[in-house]
Nanobody, 122 residues
Framework: QVQLVESGGGLVQAGGSVNLSCAAS????????MGWYRQAPGKQRELVAS????????NYADSMKGRFTISRDNAKNTVRLQMNSLKPEDTAVYYC???????????????WGRGTQVTVSS
């Protein structure tokens, strides 16, 4: 019974910024890696950024390096994605992802949010 809920999406002009947030709720022991993916219509889902449980190790897709910043607040079970210098090609549905261990006797499962639309106008 884990739920990931994204927020912060919307319409923004090229060159603008958007801050996405994802909060995990429900019953679980630990959240391991968290990340953001995106998918544009007719295209494959791609990794945007990921962050390890400690918050120090991050991974970005090459096209996002220098523009996007991923961070997390473990006390709030939240992961954020700060997106700057947005381009029209950044338009996509952005999905929150988390690797979670729910109980001491269970394995690790991957969870996804419903997604939030980010539209960048020219």
């Amino acid at each position: 019974q884990v739920q990931l809920v994204e927020s912060g999406g919307g319409l923004v002009q090229a060159g603008g910024s958007v801050n996405l947030s994802c909060a995990a709720s429900g019953s679980f022991l630990t959240i391991n890696a968290m990340g953001w993916y995106r998918q544009a219509p007719g295209k494959q889902r791609e990794l945007v950024a990921s962050i390890a449980s400690g918050g120090s190790t991050t991974n970005y897709a090459d096209s996002m390096k220098g523009r996007f910043t991923i961070s997390r607040d473990n006390a709030k079970n939240t992961v954020r994605l700060q997106m700057n210098s947005l381009k029209p090609e950044d338009t996509a549905v952005y999905y929150c992802n988390a690797v979670i261990r729910r109980t001491w006797y269970s394995g690790v499962d991957t969870y996804w949010g419903r997604g939030t639309q980010v539209t960048v106008s020219s």
